[in-house]
């Protein structure tokens, strides 16, 4: 099935076209936690559990892997656990793992983001430029 009925199906099925950005700046989460990488977690499974206490999801959600990298290592590992728990609950997934560079490097953070976050992720969006590439 395409991607474009895929999304079709989801909106339909949940009742709206939201899409959902997961993307955290630090300074602008409320919650309280030890680490950075434990107040992203936190935040973003506190709004999965308001989504499923009010019976309402969004149709996709989609993190961008820029904003996990830019703040750590184990931050990658937090995206890979929240990818994996929306979609537990449902929400399929876009990650948006865009890279501005051009050539075999452009292929290379996309066969990354592919061969990485693959299985965790439904989708993976790339630059354009970068999918003829690879």
């Excluded at 630090?26 to 936690?33: G, M, V, Y």
């Excluded at 559990?49 to 830019?70: C, I, T, W």
């Excluded at 399929?92 to 075999?104: C, E, H, N, Q, T």
């Excluded at 989708?123 to 430029?129: C, G, I, T």
């Amino acid at each position: 099935m395409s991607f474009t009925s895929q999304l079709e199906n989801r909106i339909a099925a949940c009742k709206n076209p939201v899409c959902f950005g997961l993307d955290p700046v630090i300074s602008l989460i409320p919650a309280e936690a030890a680490s950075d990488e434990d107040k992203i977690r936190k935040f973003y499974f506190d709004i999965l559990e308001e989504f499923l206490r009010r019976g309402v999801l969004p149709a996709v959600v989609k993190p961008s892997s820029a904003y996990y990298e830019g703040v750590s290592v184990e931050a990658m590992q937090v995206l890979a656990e929240i990818i994996a728990t929306y979609r537990r609950e449902g929400v399929p997934v876009i990650l948006d793992a865009k890279r501005g560079d051009i050539g075999k490097s452009s292929a290379s953070y996309a066969k990354a983001a592919l061969l990485l976050i693959q299985a965790e992720s439904d989708f993976v969006e790339l630059h354009r430029y970068e999918f003829n590439e690879i």
